[in-house]
């Protein structure tokens, strides 16, 4: 029961407000790192909506790393459950921002820091309930790939990304790290 608080406290009490104000941020540092290669990599460079799920993303990863540490022999399914919850959060802003703009037309700034906020405690009260069930030990290993190749994304579309609406700066129209945030 303990490790169960732990939890509840790591993923819900610390994990929600950390992740939002580090995603928020990360908003601001390849900026103000003097547009520095190695913040890109982590930080939005543009205002594409794919570079704002790092913001989610990448906190949340941070965050999971010394949760794990704490609860791997209580919770043998934990990268499952956070890889869910990791995945469930950018789907939720791609969902919603685009809903929201196909309905309305319109961009609005309260509407999505709304929407980023949503998004991360829909993505750790996932996350935060699927680590507690009980599947195959052995399906961890899918997770581990999956939020490896997540970041391989993240890091390739910063320099290189599809010609796709996902990714295009809604700012200035470019796409990458070429176009960057004024």
Avoid: C
């Avoid at 570079?51 to 949760?67: D, G, N, S, V």
């Avoid at 309930?129 to 790939?145: E, F, G, H, V």
């Amino acid at each position: 029961m303990k490790r169960l608080r732990v939890l509840r406290l790591l993923e819900l009490v610390f994990g929600i407000p950390f992740i939002v104000l580090a995603g928020s941020f990360l908003h601001f540092t390849y900026e103000l790192s003097g547009r520095n290669i190695a913040v890109a990599l982590f930080s939005a460079v543009n205002e594409s909506v794919w570079e704002h799920l790092k913001l989610a993303f990448f906190p949340a990863l941070f965050l999971a790393l010394p949760t794990y540490i704490l609860l791997r022999r209580d919770y043998p399914n934990f990268f499952l459950g956070k890889t869910v919850g990791m995945l469930t959060t950018p789907l939720t802003i791609v969902v919603g921002f685009y809903s929201y703009e196909t309905l309305f037309h319109s961009s609005n700034i309260v509407y999505d820091i709304g929407l980023f906020i949503f998004a991360v405690i829909v993505g750790q009260l996932v996350s935060y309930r699927l680590i507690q069930t009980n599947w195959d030990k052995r399906l961890n290993a899918l997770p581990i790939a999956v939020l490896i190749l997540f970041i391989a994304a993240f890091f390739l579309f910063t320099f290189q990304p599809p010609e796709l609406e996902l990714f295009k700066d809604l700012l200035t129209g470019g796409y990458g790290i070429g176009s960057h945030m004024h």
